[in-house]
């Protein structure tokens, strides 16, 4: 283990806020008093919760089938000497966020599980007075030092990568940014202006943000409702003849049954991206089976997301997919609201999957690719129409990412990663309040409803769904509101 000494943490932490200054992204580095609001950290915990899936999640061309969950669980004081405790809950997704062929899944779990212990001791020794946007950004370096010492000691044939690094300290994120709010008193979206932070956006993001703080881009209240994504995975049965291994326990089994359960209109659509003419029949599939059902409805407008996965070889079978599809199924394109990542997420080294021919059929989105501003900044260069911004990533660095996309015109989306209970409700809460964001996903209900049970009376309008619709003006407790 790593261990972290009071002195050695505080000459790291030094060393980091002066590498931050010689980038030239830290903006002003002078201390500045505390203010009344600022909080410290007393103390972290952690335990995990395990659930296995209901039904198989198939996306990246891989079939997982459980999920283990992250409750960090952290105590802050303020300088007024206000005491509360918030918790932060999000997945280790490590099949989204550290792919490996060399690694096995217990490989990397134990990893992850192994970066939560290093993470805990690096937060809990941290104790200076400040916003959690401030603590987060000045413990980012840590945890990137972290996650290369564990991937030493562990002697992994792949390192753990960034994507990782920012899933696993999620919670961590979430729980600061969650007690911080409660603290005071307030919803944490409340505190993203002068009232209680210290900084301008121009200390984190440049000069070209000076003057200006988050809540320029991140809405304080939330949309009052917004429809609910529904998952579809690539081996989701659509209708009663795909569904040969049927359930039975009085939840819905297909899309049609979804569609007609929750009032659906907008639908994320998982394909693989090494089969064309799979991935165009699915998403026909896809359109008969919505188009009849939403028929019998009454329903003339819904929407698709299509998401590879960054599975597509290249650029060309993307939009190759496209205009097949275009072609096949003209209502079915033009139901498509934006793509998500279709090919692979290292931006840098694939350069040629610029995106400018493919936005001009679609808006296309990064995702897998969203792990700092600089890769949002090279997306927009590259031609790439916008963003997914999730929690599950951290809430500081979706925050900012949001500013740079708002800022840049660009287009931002969410996205939950399978989270239930109150981790769907502080993701949402965060999604809620982004402009761009057009639908809250909400998988969990599918995946593993029994991880939602007991919030349905405490959120009704968010977990028990008929319209189409989510009652996020339910979202505005102290903290992050759950």
């Known amino acids: 283990m790593i261990k972290t000494t009071r002195r050695k943490f505080l000459k790291s932490l030094a060393a980091a806020a002066g590498a931050s200054c010689a ?23 952690y335990r995990y919760e395990e659930h296995v899936f209901r039904t198989p999640l198939k996306f990246a061309r891989t079939v997982v089938d459980r999920i283990t969950m992250l409750h960090v669980t952290c105590k802050v004081r303020t300088a007024s000497d ?32 192994e970066l939560v212990e290093q993470f805990a001791r690096i937060t809990g020794a941290y104790r200076e007075l400040a916003h959690p946007i401030d603590i987060n950004w000045e413990l980012a370096s840590l945890y990137d030092n972290a996650a290369i010492e564990v991937s030493r000691k562990l002697r992994l044939a792949d390192p753990i990568p960034k994507l990782c690094t920012l899933n696993t300290a999620g919670a961590f994120d979430a729980a ?3 007690a ?3 603290a005071n008193g307030v919803n944490s979206f409340h505190t993203l202006g002068p009232e209680f932070m210290n900084r301008d956006l121009s200390h984190y993001l440049g000069a070209a943000y000076d003057g200006e703080y988050p809540n320029k881009y991140v809405q304080s209240e939330p949309k009052a409702r917004m429809p609910l994504c529904h998952l579809i995975s690539a081996v989701d049965p659509l209708d009663a003849s795909e ?21 659906l209109t907008y639908l994320k659509i998982k394909l693989n991206g090494d089969d064309l003419k799979w991935d165009v029949q699915r998403m026909r599939n896809v359109e008969r089976v919505a188009a009849e059902t939403q028929k019998k409805r009454g329903v003339e407008s819904w929407a698709y997301i299509p998401d590879f996965n960054e599975k597509c070889p290249n650029v060309e079978y993307f ?52 792990i700092d501003v600089a890769s949002v900044l090279l997306a927009r260069k590259m031609g790439w129409s916008g963003a997914v911004v999730k929690s599950p990533k951290g809430l500081t660095h979706g925050v900012l990412i949001a500013c740079v996309a708002g800022k840049n015109k660009m287009l931002v989306a969410g996205g939950d990663m399978s989270c239930p209970g ?31 049970k007991g919030w349905e009376k405490r959120f009704p309008g968010m977990f028990r769904v008929t319209d189409g619709m989510m009652l996020t003006s339910e979202l505005i407790g102290p903290g992050l509101g759950a």
């Open 180 to 182: 911080f709010g409660k």
């Open 82 to 113: 206000k005491v509360a405790t918030g918790f932060g809950l999000l997945p280790l997704n490590y099949t989204f966020s550290y792919p490996s062929r060399k690694l096995s899944a217990e490989a990397r779990l134990g990893a992850m599980k």
């Open 23 to 45: 980038t030239g992204w830290a903006g002003d580095c002078v201390q500045r008093p505390a203010k009344q609001s600022d909080a410290r950290i007393e103390s972290v915990s």
């Open 176 to 178: 600061i940014h969650d």
């Open 243 to 263: 569904n040969t291994k049927p359930i039975k326990d009085g939840l819905p089994e297909t899309l049609a049954e979804w569609i007609e359960y929750n009032g």
């Open 319 to 370: 939009v190759a997919f496209l205009r097949k599809l275009k072609e096949a199924s003209p209502d079915c394109f033009r139901r498509i609201e934006y793509v998500e990542q279709p090919t692979h997420r290292d931006l840098k080294a694939h350069l040629e999957n610029d995106m400018h021919e493919a936005a001009k059929l679609c808006p296309v989105v990064i995702d897998e690719s969203v």
């Open 422 to 452: 109150a981790a769907l409700v502080q993701t949402a809460s965060f999604q809620a309040r982004l402009p761009g964001v057009s639908s809250i996903e909400a998988n969990a209900r599918q995946f593993m409803p029994a991880a939602n």
